[in-house]
């Protein structure tokens, strides 16, 4: 159970990180190739401190991974967790189609017990107690 | 015959679309399979999720929520507030994607009975039309797969917030 509740979480916090356009964007330049604080930084308008804290909840939602090297500490997308949120969401479509094939499956299941149980059950039988 | 495909319309620029389905079903039983967990756990949603919740609070103000668990083990929710029961014809419930809470949408559901079968028809009422192209989006896959190439787009879609 915890660790479910912990994943329930963290798809959460997946979702919280994408829901602002700015790390969407940040997230786009990083699905061309890896860059730095101040490459990212530039396209924004925005001051370097604002932008870490943008890929510090990127970071922690696990979207981009930072390299190592203390000077530059590249930004990588970091596809796994983004396949995840978007495998959640899955597709309407596919979602409801394979739902109502297995609905016409049960339904089918469903009407086939009560025609049983109707043929066992004779008419004007009543039970006495 | 009856053609049992799902049809889904969503025209463009608008904020709903509509889905249709037959079943070969009274309309009773169709009711009950959409309404009553005991039913709803044998068929909703697709093979490679269990789930691993639901309850369904069947009044107006009462509450439903289908928690799906997939593979991987991730849990997912969705729930929402029915607002209309006209047993079994037409329930109108909000529908809420729970990791995407801000894109809640009001959704139709309305059976007709005709020989025997029943069709299903939905229509779901979204905030904005990003909001209704991110819940429909059919290419999201393929996208997804393209290396992330349009990435930008594609998350715009799914999450545009208002």
Redesign the interface.
């Known amino acids: 159970m915890g660790a479910v509740i912990a994943n329930d979480r963290d798809l959460n916090t997946t979702f919280g990180a994408l829901a602002d356009p700015t790390r969407r964007a940040i997230l786009a330049r990083l699905s061309r190739g890896e860059a730095s604080v101040l490459e990212l930084a530039e396209p924004f308008d925005m001051s370097q401190p604002a932008i870490s804290k943008h890929l510090k909840v990127l970071e922690r939602a696990g979207l981009i991974v930072r390299g190592r090297d203390a000077q530059r500490r590249p930004c990588r997308l970091e596809p796994r967790r983004l396949k995840q949120a978007a495998d959640w969401i899955g597709t309407y479509r596919q979602f409801w189609e394979e739902s109502y094939s297995r609905l016409d499956d049960y339904l089918h299941e469903l009407q086939t017990k009560e025609k049983t149980r109707d043929v066992k059950k004779p008419r004007n039988h009543r039970r006495t107690r | 015959m009856t053609s049992?495909n799902?049809e889904?319309i969503a025209e463009p620029g608008k904020t709903s679309f509509t889905?249709r389905?037959v079943?070969?079903?009274p309309r009773a039983?169709?009711f009950d399979?959409f309404t009553k967990c005991e039913?709803l756990t044998?068929?909703?949603?697709?093979?490679n999720l269990t789930m691993?919740s639901c309850t369904t609070d069947l009044r107006v103000g009462g509450r439903y929520r289908f928690v799906f668990?997939?593979p991987?083990?991730?849990?997912?929710?969705f729930s929402g507030e029915y607002k209309e029961i006209v047993a079994p014809e037409r329930i109108v419930r909000t529908f809420v994607?729970?990791?995407?809470p801000?894109a809640a949408a009001v959704e139709t559901l309305e059976l007709e009975e005709s020989g025997g079968t029943t069709i299903i028809r939905t229509t779901t009422v979204h905030k904005s039309v990003e909001n209704r192209d991110?819940?429909?989006?059919?290419g999201?896959?393929a996208g997804?797969t393209e290396g992330?190439?349009r990435?930008?787009a594609l998350?715009?879609d799914?999450?545009q917030?208002r």
Do not use: C, Q
Not at chain 2, 42 to 47: A, H, K, L, Q, T
Not at chain 2, 97 to 100: D, L, S, T
Not at chain 2, 134 to 138: A, L, P, Q
């Open positions: 049992k799902l889904i889905t389905r079943v070969d079903a039983i169709v399979a039913h044998r068929w909703m949603g697709p093979r691993a668990r997939g991987d083990g991730n849990d997912v929710g994607f729970e990791p995407i801000e991110g819940h429909v989006n059919s999201m896959e997804m992330y190439a990435l930008d998350l715009a799914m999450l917030k």
